[in-house]
Each structure stands twice: as C-alpha cells, then as structure tokens.
C-alpha cells in the first residue's frame, strides 16, 4: 500500500496548507474534501469551476472547526451564514488560485514527504499507533474517497506550504525600518478631553408614532420569530452497536493470551555493559573484529569485562563506567544491538555484534521483566475490544444501506429503518444556528435546512457526525419566520430610536465643539458651555501604564490624529463604548527613543520579518485575483 502511494505521487503538483488537513482528518473525518458532483456552479477560477456541493462541505467543515476550537463558549447565532459563505468561497477561491499558480511554476513535492505525511496522520494509524493500511483504506473508502484524490489534495497542501515559508521568509527589513519601528512604537502624546454623556439627550426630543411604525417595517427582519424544523432521523453509532454485542470471558481469556504483548504496562528493561571497538575509515573491519574476539576470550577465561572495557572500549563515556550503559528497553539501541541485548541470559557475554558503529561485546547484569496488566485489569478494555471488532463489519455494511436505500426511497425514513432494525426518531424544533446535544452539530443543522430536506421534502446524504457515527434525516416539521406583532416589539423599538437620536444630537454638540477649539475658544471653557470638565491627560504610550488610565477608545483615536503643527493642536471627536461621544484634542508627539544594539536588531528584526512576509503572502495572493477571471454565481441572499 505505501509503495503504491509513493508510485502515485510522482509528478503531482502541490497547494494549500498541509497541518489544516491533518488537523482537519484528526479531528473532524474527510468528509469536508468530498467534491461529489453538482450541477450547481458557485464560483469560477480560470474557467475552473466550484460547485455548491464543495461550497456547502467546506462550509460545513469551517462551522465545525469552530465548535472545536471554541469549545464551550460556541455561539452560532455569532457567525452570519451569508457572511460566512462568503468568506468560505473566498477561502475555495484562492485555493484554487494557489493550485493553478504552482502547476503553472511546476512546483513538485517529494514523493516520501507525502507517504511521511500520510503515515503520521492519526485517522490511520492502529491502536499501537503505527500507521495501518487497512485503516488508510477503510476511512477513505467510508467517505467515498479514493487515494488517489486525496494524495494529491495532500501534495498540494504541502507545496503550498513551502511556497507560503518561501514568500515569507524572503521578507528584508532594513535598520531604518527597524529604526522607524521603535520611533512608533515608544511614541508617546500629550492629549486632553472631555465627554458628552449620551443619558444628557435622552430626554431632549420625542417620537412619534409614524416614526415607530416605520421603523418597524424597516426592520421587519429584526423583529421576527426565526425559522425553524424539527426532523426524523435514523442513525447508526458503532460504539453502540458494539455495546449490544455479548463478549464471553472465554472469548476475553483467549484474546489476553493471543494478545498479551499488547497489554504491557511497563516494558522489559536490561542493565548492560559494553565493549565498542570502532569501525571507521581509520579502522579495518577485520581487525576490529578480531580485537573484539581476542577480548571475548580473555573475559571468558576470567578477566574483568569493567576493567577491559576501561582500557579498550572506544565507547569514552561508558567506558569510564566499566562500559556500564544502564537500563534499556526495547528500540533504544541500534538494532542488531538491541537484539543481541535481549537474547541473552542474566551474566551471558555475547559474540561480537557488528552495527554501525564497529563491533560490541554485551554482558547482561540484570533482567526486569515486563509488567503486564492482570487478565482481570484488561478484562474491560478487551472486552470493548471485542465488541468493536465483531460490530465493524456490519456497520460499515449498515452505512452503505443507509446510504443507498434512503437515496433510493428518498421520502420516508421507514423503509431504511425497517431493513437496518433502526427506530425513526424526532427532533425537537432547532433554528439555523442549531440546537442542542446532536442539533447543535453544524453538519447536522446545515443539512436539516439545505434545499434538498426543506425545500424538496427529500431523505438527506449521509450526515457524518464522526468517523463511527452516521445519520439520515428528514424534515418533520417547518415554521417559517413570523413577524412578531409591533405592541410586542415596540418598547424595544423606542429605546433603539431614542438611542440614535441622541447620538446625532450629541454628535452634532460635539463637531460644534471641535468648530469652536480650532477657532481659539479654550477647552475649558467649552467644556463648561456643556456643564462638562476638560481633562489633561499629558502624554500618553500606545499602552497604558502606572497612572495612565485613559480609556482605550481614546488612546486608539489619539494614535490615529496626523501630528499636528507647534502650538496648533488637533481635534477629533469619538464615539465612546455606550454612545457617550467625546472631544478630543492631540497638542504634542514625542518619537520613541531608539536603540540599535545587537540584541535589540535581532529581536526586532525578527517580530519586523514575520510581520513583512505575513503582509508579503497576503500581497501574493491580492495579486492572483487580481490578474485572474474570477466569476461568483451565490444567490443574492448569500452574498
């Protein structure tokens, strides 16, 4: 099998980022490379086309990584859906940008890079964690996928990573730059301000009922019930069908002692001792050799193996131990080493053993023997051992009939759940940003309102949950958005009016505010005219610091304002947290001191590199779309 993956990928050229597909396979399954087949174009590149079906799996995958990466504070009513397929078609788009860039400057990948990428990805390993072809082909068979296809999505993802290391690492910062650099960032500046409380305006002006209702129709959307399905859904879990299968402990004793390697807590440990004679290019092999059996025999008629190895072990390290190595295990040593080690008895010397090194003289001082757990400590992991390997083959069989028989009686669940012995369950009502337990799965809530289920009142694709558990649904239920009625929205409506009222009112006394200081009225002063103190802030740092408390919205504003001329200070206004606006005055920027010693270039030019190449790849990527022809076909309400 790994032959065969190396023999297919030569010649294959290479994109996109090879550690978000291993993360993408160890944590999420493959699904999210299944292209299928559409009819549907979202998008093309170079006359190369997009289809829905890819948009919607990527989209799918990205929800996904979220509630990963998230965790517990995952909110999916945070994530617009039109925003984020927008993004994700982008995402789809400069892939494919990437892809062509690189076939057309033949940029290839070492085959073993992509067979040491493919055996270190965790999807296929065994349970001893050394990579399984078995498991390669299972888990890309279960998608639907063939190797061939994702070997060289999997090339690709990793010459687009070298192509990226490449383009950012060419980045050149020179020491004005790095100079400039620490000018910006000790700046400091000297600022005053006072603000105008929005809670000031509230109560300045009125609202009329026109102006209510027409809010409302505005707004229609903001004041809606969301939609919502409920669905049927038959599903299939590996590990329970595994738990419903009966193990006997005949079968669990059996397996223990076929298997009991496989249960060593502790591993066989050997304290040895050693004799190196080298082998190099100043030294015969036959010579060697022939020292090492001249002192096997000296030791075997009585002489000190620690005193030999003293004198004559070019082992330097050991050799001052008496050629005393200490404790080993199993793999530590070079291989015809490590087998000699563990063939011999306690106080046994070896024959001279050739290894890369020149040839060893062994002696076994003690023996550790493994520790195993007891039939009894592995009883329960055997068991679900067991379970899992009589369940394997007929759910990998149940998943093909689900998948097939719920395509070819596309509209009811029965038939399915019939043949497989599976009981049609019901949802609750979920919204489009999920539910909960199984309906807060983005794949799950993605499909349940696809046009397909909703819309075509058809059995869904396969939806993969994990690589061992799959499901099946249908819509059951459908409330559409409802527009909720004004007198129960209309509280609501009034605060949000009156809150952007007087934020153009406070605006509007706080631009006259900024009119009157650059006409040479003083700040207190105008402070005052609004029963409001002038604050002197003095000179601020782009981070606050002992006695600097100056609210970041200000400090940002302040960074922003062009140095003003001498004795002319600048003004701005700002849009506080909570609506307050404020007035705020720059008088003075003093550049940040510079130091050029070579521990301070380096550690700058360093952050300055990093950033530049970012910016580097970012401007590469600009640059193939646009001397691209690009086409985006989503539907309005997506754009």
Request: glycine fraction near 6%.
């Amino acid at each position: 099998m790994l032959q065969q993956i190396r023999d297919r990928a030569q010649g294959i050229i290479v994109w996109t980022i090879v550690g978000l597909i291993i993360i993408t396979f160890a944590l999420f399954g493959l699904s999210s490379y299944l292209s299928g087949t559409s009819k549907t174009i979202v998008a093309t590149v170079n006359g190369v086309e997009i289809s829905e079906t890819q948009l919607t799996s990527e989209y799918q995958n990205t929800l996904q990584r979220l509630q990963q990466a998230l965790g517990k504070n995952y909110d999916p009513t945070l994530f617009n859906e039109q925003a984020m397929k927008a993004r994700v078609l982008d995402g789809l788009i400069q892939r494919e940008l990437l892809n062509q860039e690189l076939e057309d400057g033949k940029f290839y990948v070492a085959p073993q890079q992509v067979l040491d990428t493919i055996e270190n990805i965790p999807a296929f390993k065994d349970e001893t964690g050394k990579f399984s072809p078995e498991n390669y082909s299972r888990v890309l068979s279960l998608q639907g996928m063939n190797n061939v296809i994702f070997e060289r999505q999997l090339a690709h993802d990793i010459a687009d990573e070298h192509l990226r290391n490449g383009l950012e690492r060419s980045a050149v910062v020179t020491n004005q730059q790095i100079k400039r650099y620490q000018q910006l960032m000790g700046e400091r500046r000297k600022v005053g301000y006072f603000t105008l409380p929005l809670n000031a305006y509230l109560d300045k002006f009125s609202l009329s009922d026109e102006e209510i209702q027409n809010y409302y129709e505005q707004h229609a959307n903001e004041y809606s019930t969301p939609e919502q399905v409920s669905v049927d859904y038959v599903e299939l879990d590996l590990a329970n069908m595994a738990s419903r299968i009966d193990i006997t402990d005949e079968e669990i004793s059996n397996y223990y002692l076929q298997h009991q390697k496989n249960y060593v807590s502790e591993p066989e440990q050997r304290k040895v001792r050693h004799i190196l004679i080298q082998v190099n290019d100043g030294a015969d092999d036959s010579a060697a050799r022939a020292k090492a059996e001249q002192l096997a025999n000296q030791i075997k008629n009585g002489a000190s193996f620690a005193a030999l190895a003293k004198k004559n072990s070019d082992d330097m390290t050991s050799a001052q131990q008496g050629g005393d190595l200490g404790l080993i295990t199993r793999g530590m040593m070079d291989k015809a080493f490590d087998q000699a080690a563990f063939s011999l008895n306690r106080g046994e010397l070896s024959q001279p053993v050739r290894s890369r090194f020149g040839y060893h003289l062994i002696l076994v001082d003690e023996i550790l023997p493994a520790k195993v757990k007891s039939l009894a400590e592995a009883k329960p992991e055997i068991r679900k051992e067991l379970q899992t390997q009589q369940a394997e083959q007929q759910f990998y069989e149940d998943v093909d009939k689900l998948n097939n028989i719920s395509y070819e009686i596309p509209d009811s669940l029965t038939p399915v759940a019939d043949e497989l012995g599976l009981q049609v369950k019901h949802s609750p009502l979920f919204g489009r940003s999920g539910g909960s337990g199984l309906f807060a799965n983005p794949r799950v809530t993605s499909m349940a309102f696809s046009d397909e289920v909703l819309q075509e009142q058809r059995n869904s694709e396969l939806v993969e949950i994990s690589d061992t558990h799959m499901l099946v649904l249908r819509v059951r239920e459908h409330k559409p958005a409802a527009r909720r009625p004004l007198a129960e929205v209309k509280e609501g409506i009034i605060a949000v009016l009156k809150q952007k009222k007087a934020e153009q009112i406070a605006m509007q006394d706080a631009e006259q505010a900024v009119t009157q200081l650059k006409a040479g009225q003083t700040p207190a002063s105008i402070a005052a005219s609004y029963q409001q103190q002038w604050h002197e802030s003095g000179f601020i740092s782009r981070q606050p610091g002992d006695g600097d408390k100056l609210d970041n919205r200000l400090r940002n504003a302040a960074f922003r304002i062009p140095s003003p001329a001498p004795d002319q200070p600048a003004y701005t206004t700002v849009v506080m947290p909570g609506g307050d606006i404020a007035v705020l005055a720059l008088y003075a920027v003093e550049p940040g001191k510079v130091a050029m010693t070579p521990d301070v270039l380096a550690s700058v030019r360093q952050k300055q590199s990093a950033s530049e190449g970012q910016a580097t790849y970012a401007a590469f990527i600009t640059y193939l779309e646009s001397a691209a022809d690009i086409t985006r076909n989503l539907k309005p309400a997506e754009q």
